[in-house]
């Protein structure tokens, strides 16, 4: 099934600093969605992106969609020891359920 | 406070003692899904479903069975349980079936089956 995948990995930031993390995905998608898990809990929905949309933002932060190049990006702007988490991005493609990435893990340092 | 609630949060049991893990959720939202979140593997949804009495096969339901009686409440249940399922067990709710809705997750069910 078609699955979305995190670039980097891993990324360590100052705090301060901008966080940018990538999604690909591998075929057409309806509305792409990051979500954020802290250490040991449930994932929180941060924003969601229809395919028809370019760039959003919420608060902190902005997320970017190109379907021509399959992939979306999220940046934080400003991060904070706060923002420390592992972030998903999930597709979908119509009526089919949500399909997640492996993630990216985030470590901003104070 | 609007929440989904997940119980037990940790276990540890042996293989084959059946086990439910239960869900509920106080939204009164119509979809709701189980995942499971193991490394390098990322969520990987195993049941699903859009409402009371219906549910759904995701990505990976061998070895599990699930229920939805009232709409609040979508238990999981192992009955014969083998060390291949320990891993992390997430609940999800939205208000309705769609992609477009934001899903609202448990914190989790961290199981051990040895």
């Known amino acids: 099934s078609q699955q979305g995948e995190e670039d980097p990995q891993a990324l360590s930031i100052q705090e301060g600093e901008n966080a940018t993390m990538n999604c690909s995905y591998k075929?057409?998608?309806?509305?792409l969605q990051w979500y954020r898990q802290n250490s040991g809990r449930g994932l929180v929905h941060l924003i969601l992106?229809?395919?028809?949309?370019r760039e959003k933002h919420s608060g902190r932060l902005r997320v970017t969609l190109d379907t021509s190049k399959k992939s979306s990006s999220l940046l934080i702007t400003a991060s904070r020891a706060a923002d420390t988490a592992s972030y998903f991005c999930a597709t979908d493609s119509g009526n089919t359920p949500l399909v997640f990435g492996k993630g990216t893990r985030l470590s901003v340092i104070a | 406070e609007a929440q989904v609630t997940q119980n037990p949060r940790y276990l540890i049991t042996v293989t084959g003692k059946k086990l439910t893990v239960t869900c509920s959720q106080n939204?009164?939202?119509?979809?709701m899904s189980w995942y499971r979140q193991d490394p390098g593997l990322g969520l990987r949804q195993i049941y699903y479903?859009?409402?009371?009495?219906?549910?759904d096969k995701g990505d990976v339901p061998e070895g599990y069975k699930v229920s939805r009686k009232e709409k609040r409440n979508f238990p999981l249940i192992l009955e014969s349980p083998s060390p291949n399922q320990t891993s992390l067990y997430f609940c999800?709710?939205?208000?309705?079936?769609?992609?477009?809705?934001?899903?609202?997750f448990g914190d989790g069910t961290r199981l051990s089956i040895l």
């Open positions: 075929t057409s998608i309806n509305n």
């Open positions: 479903s859009m409402n009371v009495e219906v549910t």
């Open positions: 992106i229809r395919s028809n949309e």
């Open positions: 999800a709710s939205s208000p309705l079936w769609g992609n477009n809705q934001p899903q609202h």
């Open positions: 939204m009164n939202h119509e979809y």
